[in-house]
């Protein structure tokens, strides 16, 4: 049985399918092909040790990893920025979990490499009950090895688009995280990773609270 998000997924990307030219497809396609085959963007892989970082949330505070580890595991979601539709399908199916997460004594955190500002926005405009913070930079995503560079042709392709990632990086470097999901258990070891080039290749949401019941028995 698919999931709703799987299903918005789809439905997304048939849309996608009609409205984009062949050339656009092509080489949407072609930039994962090559993610894929290089070396950035693979994660740190289950059993090893998450690095702590304090990044700034949406409502103005600091929000350090292993302090929230003190009181319970923790759920991280990497997402690439607001602009992405795929991220925000994602964004709110957790908010439709986030109660079951904390009844399980977990933390949900969504980062991404969006300003303040715009992560303030993003958390507004979904109704988000969870942390979202702020990695400028992508400082955090790169200790975790997941930040990758877009190639030029699809930099180009994003702007006639009108999708400025640069303005919602607030830097113009165009790099962003792959889309990747971890459960983080108290000791500060990965105990779950989900970690994929193809951005429309995501953990469900479901699925990643099933793992968490689970750790928790």
Not at 147 to 168: A, I, M, S, T, W
Not at 169 to 190: E, F, Q
Request: hydrophobic content about 30%.
């Amino acid at each position: 049985m698919k999931t709703e998000m799987t299903q918005q997924f789809e439905q997304y990307l048939g849309k996608f399918k009609t409205s984009a030219s062949e050339d656009v497809q092509n080489k949407m396609a072609q930039a994962i092909e090559e993610l894929e085959a290089s070396d950035e963007g693979k994660g740190l892989s289950r059993g090893t040790k998450a690095p702590d970082f304090t990044l700034p949330a949406a409502d103005g505070t600091n929000v350090r990893l292993y302090e929230k580890l003190k009181q319970g595991p923790v759920i991280m979601t990497f997402y690439r920025g607001s602009w992405c539709p795929y991220c925000n399908m994602e964004l709110r199916a957790y908010q439709q979990i986030v109660n079951e997460i904390h009844e399980e004594g977990a933390e949900l955190i969504a980062v991404s490499p969006e300003t303040p500002d715009q992560s303030l926005t993003t958390q507004e405009k979904h109704d988000l009950e969870y942390v979202v913070l702020s990695d400028k930079g992508n400082e955090v995503a790169g200790q975790f090895n997941l930040v990758y560079q877009l190639p030029d042709y699809l930099v180009d392709v994003y702007k006639e688009k009108g999708l400025n990632v640069d303005e919602h990086n607030g830097d113009d470097r165009w790099k962003l995280p792959v889309s990747a999901t971890y459960i983080i258990d108290t000791d500060g070891t990965i105990a779950y990773e989900y970690t994929k080039s193809d951005y429309k290749d995501r953990a469900e949401p479901s699925e990643v609270l099933q793992e968490l019941k689970a750790l928790r028995k």
